[in-house]
């Protein structure tokens, strides 16, 4: 099943083996991708479908400080060379399109104010070029200011179609901008955006709907995390969340649903793949920690289209075929996840 093909979109995918979104850290200054990037990436082009690493869609919004952006016509000129370098090898990619909230620092961002959801700070430190310092305390968005973020995830959006992109993935996962609306310990707001399922999914309702109407639905996805507990979230009833979500997504049409379907930390735990299969009619995409066997049992039952592999095709750039061989697999070398240079980014050995 992992080797059959599947229509996501305006795309059919040779397999069902996807590149999830990893956050490298190897943009150059100013938030530019590069030539390394570009390798990369097109080493990993046998994947159904690739998605790049979180970009930034507004400046002043880095949550990694060598994360790349999309908002410069620099920036699209250079992501140009990754697009065509993964084309080049018969490859499809998609941009995932991103804004930090709250996870963002000033001290990354020339001091740049941090925004959220609501004025509820990160518990903890963050690594910035001035050393560890606590997190900020962001401040709670107007009503009157969400437009123009939303205009700013459609901007970015056609930007990544321009730069020669299949698409954008819409980042609405792990503790970013969108998962702060979601979600309701960090989401404390009394307005519309705040309060009710209804109310805290609004915001992503006008971003999947500015950015559809940008580039068509057929070249939007979105990935979601209701469990994953990453930079302080937690909701109450994530299974709830799951359900009205991915009930209510079937309207736009989406090219896939991308659901990571457990916690890194372990602190909420609860099967969100079942409610999302039986409410969510269009591509379901599963991810974290499914082995090759339990992806193929796991689409061949019907339980979900495809499975999207993170710190596996980080060390396997031919991990498709390595699946296909039933070849071992390169371990991933964890203290190079997020270091300049190409240790550990583009040197992992092929078959």
């Known amino acids: 099943m992992l080797f059959t093909p599947l229509k996501v979109g305006a795309l059919t995918l ?17 938030h530019m991708p590069n030539d390394l990037m570009a390798e990369y990436y097109s080493q990993r082009a046998t994947g159904g479908l690739l998605i790049t690493e979180c970009t930034m869609v507004a400046p002043g919004t880095s949550a990694f400080v060598n994360e ?16 065509d370098a993964v084309h080049a090898k018969g490859g499809r990619i998609y941009m995932q399109i991103w804004h ?22 990160i518990e903890g430190d963050i690594d910035t070029p001035k050393g560890k310092v606590p997190n900020a305390v962001p401040r709670a968005l107007t009503a009157e200011e969400i ?43 009394t307005d519309v955006y705040g309060g009710s399922l209804e109310n805290r999914a609004r915001f992503l309702f006008e971003v999947l709907t500015a950015v559809i109407a940008a580039i068509g639905s057929e070249r939007v ?28 997504l079937n309207a736009f049409k989406l090219a896939y649903l991308h659901l990571m379907r457990a916690d890194f930390f372990g602190v909420q735990k609860a099967d969100v793949m079942t409610p999302a299969r ?16 339990e992806a193929e049992a796991a689409i061949a039952a019907g339980k979900l289209d495809a499975v999207a592999f993170g710190t596996a095709f980080l060390a396997n750039p031919d991990l498709p075929a390595r699946i296909q061989a039933k070849a071992a697999l390169n371990t991933p070398d964890a203290a190079t996840f997020y270091t300049p240079g190409a240790k550990g980014y583009t040197d992992y050995p092929t078959l």
Request: charged share 20%; with cysteine.
């Open 147 to 189: 437009p123009t973020i939303v205009a700013a995830y459609a901007q970015g959006a056609r930007n990544a179609i321009a730069a020669g992109f299949d698409g954008v993935e819409v980042h609405g996962a792990n503790g970013y901008l969108i998962d702060q609306f979601l979600r309701d310990t960090p989401n404390q707001r």
């Open 14 to 30: 040779p397999n069902r083996i996807l590149l999830a979104p990893l956050t490298r850290a190897r943009a150059d200054a100013g």
């Open 278 to 293: 039986e409410k969510y009619k269009g591509v379901l995409i599963g991810n974290m920690g499914y082995t090759a066997d």
């Open 221 to 248: 996805g979105l990935r979601l995390s209701p469990l994953n507990s990453h930079n302080g979230m937690k909701d109450s009833d994530p299974l709830a969340l799951t359900s009205f979500l991915c009930e209510k």
């Open 100 to 121: 930090a909230g709250r996870a963002a620092h000033p001290d990354m961002n020339d001091g740049a104010p941090t925004v959220s959801s609501s004025a509820t700070a």
């Open 68 to 83: 790349p952006g999309i908002y410069s016509d620099a920036q699209i000129a250079a992501w140009k060379k990754v697009t």
